[in-house]
């Protein structure tokens, strides 16, 4: 990808739909990411972030409306399309192998080598070097880069996947449920190095569950429910208490709420 200024759209859906056979996973679906801005996409189970996830990542192609990359239409038909775009996706279970090094979870698959055709080797120390001087730029401090992945916190291990995939040049991180799993001390350590991705010039799409940390770093909110867009805002437009709302459920919860109390009503008076 190109140099891109601040603020500059990156990628775009617009009325993106996913059918299989009569089943529609993603309906309408229109979302916007910027460099330099978290874009959180919330929704419960079953809201459609695994299939918007699929199809931004290349696992899956849309088969309605429209997405474009840098303005120019695309429909990936594999990973690597969509990662030749400059678009990294971390997901849940990070990639990473618990019992290597974390040099070499850093450079999986992307080893460096030194020396000529039979005489070539990996290039071990090149590799630690580069992963020490990554991590420090996102704030990690890890002693021993021979350590296996395996002996750090979920949130160590969540920064070290960001870190890789800023420095092998994507532009747009997608972040699947990065917090999921993790207690509150960990998940500030991970939201912490969000904000230091956006702030890296990335866009950054932040798929979460949890209004409460979407909102600590969003700078845009698009909730899913059923497949299609019940809420599409700014920061500067929602309130945390509003979008909590909008998350458990908004209008919905407030007729089951009266509908409730009608029966308590009911109950109470016989």
Request: proline content about 3%.
């Amino acid at each position: 990808m190109n140099a891109l200024t601040p603020n500059t759209e990156i990628l775009s859906l617009k009325d993106v739909g996913k059918r299989y056979g009569n089943v529609h996973a993603l309906r309408g679906v229109s979302l916007s990411v910027r460099q330099g801005e978290i874009t959180c996409v919330l929704g419960d189970n079953g809201a459609g972030k695994s299939t918007l996830i699929k199809i931004i990542a290349g696992l899956h192609s849309h088969t309605d409306g429209t997405f474009t990359v840098n303005g120019e239409e695309v429909s990936f038909s594999s990973p690597r399309e969509s990662l030749d775009r400059g678009i990294a996706t971390v997901y849940q279970d990070l990639a990473l192998v618990p019992l290597m090094s974390i040099w070499r979870n850093f450079f999986l698959g992307q080893e460096m080598r030194t020396g000529w055709g039979p005489f070539s080797r990996l290039d071990v120390k090149a590799m630690m070097r580069i992963t020490g001087e990554e991590l420090t730029k996102m704030g990690i401090s890890v002693p021993d880069l021979d350590r296996s992945v395996g002996a750090l916190s979920g949130g160590q291990r969540q920064c070290i996947a960001i870190a890789r995939a800023i420095y092998f040049g994507a532009k747009v991180l997608i972040l699947d449920e990065p917090t999921a799993a993790l207690g509150v001390k960990q998940s500030g350590v991970v939201l912490k190095y969000v904000a230091k991705a956006r702030d890296a010039g990335l866009g950054v799409i932040f798929i979460t569950h949890n209004p409460h940390h979407a909102y600590l770093v969003g700078n845009h909110f698009v909730i899913l429910n059923r497949g299609s867009v019940s809420l599409d805002s700014a920061r500067a437009d929602i309130t945390l208490d509003r979008l909590t709302n909008e998350m458990a459920g908004g209008a919905e919860l407030e007729a089951l709420s009266h509908e409730l109390s009608a029966v308590t009503a009911a109950t109470d008076a016989n």
